[in-house]
């Protein structure tokens, strides 16, 4: 069964360019629920705007945590 934590960041666009730019390899955050996740700064690509990372995101993961998904929700 997977399993899913829900992220608000905000992250200006300077932070974010480490983690686009691959100088920072993982993101450690803290889920709604209040449970730290760590997972690949690659799946926040897609998703970076001139502003930064902003928005509500969905990180979906198999029960070896394996990531089956990253999206945008608001």
């Known amino acids: ?3 899913h934590y829900i ?3 905000d992250i200006p666009v300077e ?3 480490k983690y686009y730019a691959g100088t920072a390899r ?3 955050a803290v889920s709604r629920d209040g449970l730290r996740v760590a997972f690949p700064a690659s799946v926040l690509r897609t998703h970076v705007e001139q ?3 902003c928005g509500t995101f969905l990180l979906r993961v198999s029960d070896d945590n394996r990531l089956l998904g990253f999206e945008r929700l608001a």
Do not use: H, I, P
Request: aromatic residues 14%; charged residues 35%.
């Open 15 to 17: 932070e974010v360019l």
């Open 7 to 9: 992220f608000d960041f």
């Open 51 to 53: 502003r930064g990372l």
């Open 1 to 3: 069964m997977a399993r």
């Open 26 to 28: 993982q993101v450690r």
